[in-house]
Nanobody
Framework: VQLQAFGGGLVQAGGSLTLSCAAS????????MGWFRQAPGKEREFVAA????????YYADSVKGRFTISRDNAKNMVYLRMNSLKPEDTAIYYC????????????????????WGQGTLVTVSS
């Protein structure tokens, strides 16, 4: 499995951005997917996750109500729509594939994911 995240860029506070993650592999639709981020000098943290079916979404408290995760299994794509962006959202954003088939257990933990994209930088100016 290979993951490639893209769509990052520079945006003003209050603006919006949509990140995309392209996945290779025919079994993509069997796995939950997550987005994480890492700000300068900080540890990588959970942002959002989506079950393999797309029926259940999970969000970090810091982004709840502003970010939306979605997927298109037919296209092997995962998206993160980010609205009302804040300077503290500035980070490198990574998409990741859950390690267990048809499972989203411990979706908020980095160790629950076995494949990671290369990351895309989001910068929010004040």
């Amino acid at each position: 499995v290979q993951l490639q995240a893209f769509g990052g860029g520079l945006v003003q506070a209050g603006g919006s951005l949509t990140l995309s993650c392209a996945a290779s592999g025919r079994t993509f639709s069997n796995y939950a997917m997550g987005w994480f981020r890492q700000a300068p000098g900080k540890e990588r943290e959970f942002v959002a996750a989506l079950t393999w079916s797309g029926r259940r979404e999970y969000y970090a408290d810091s982004v709840k109500g502003r970010f939306t995760i979605s997927r298109d299994n037919a296209k092997n794509m995962v998206y993160l729509r980010m609205n009302s962006l804040k300077p503290e959202d500035t980070a490198i954003y990574y998409c990741a594939k859950h390690r267990d088939i048809i499972s989203s257990v411990y979706y908020y933990q980095l160790t629950s994911y076995d494949y990671w994209g290369q990351g895309t930088l989001v910068t929010v100016s004040s």
